[in-house]
């Protein structure tokens, strides 16, 4: 049999960084400040959320 491993050399690299989100209170619903509504409701149960950094890939 022949595996060809050329495909995983050419895979990019994973960035991760530091991003700042908008999590709900209620729910397990968060969102990425670029991308939050103006009101910062929750997009999925439409209830407040709070302000917390996690580590996400980056978008390019």
Same mark, same amino acid.
């Given at each position: 049999m022949?595996?060809?491993?050329?495909? $995983?050399? #050419?895979?990019?690299?994973?960035? /991760?960084?530091d991003?700042?989100?908008?999590? @709900?209170?209620? @729910?397990?619903?968060? /969102? %990425?400040? #670029?991308? *939050?509504?103006? #009101?910062?409701? @929750?997009?999925? @149960?439409?209830?407040?959320t709070? *302000?917390? /950094? %996690?580590?996400?890939? $980056?978008?390019?």
């Amino acid at each position: 049999m022949f595996f060809n491993k050329k495909g $995983q050399d #050419d895979k990019p690299e994973v960035v /991760m960084l530091d991003t700042e989100v908008y999590s @709900c209170n209620s @729910c397990n619903g968060w /969102m %990425r400040k #670029d991308f *939050a509504s103006s #009101d910062l409701k @929750c997009p999925l @149960c439409g209830d407040e959320t709070t *302000a917390e /950094m %996690r580590e996400l890939p $980056q978008i390019l």
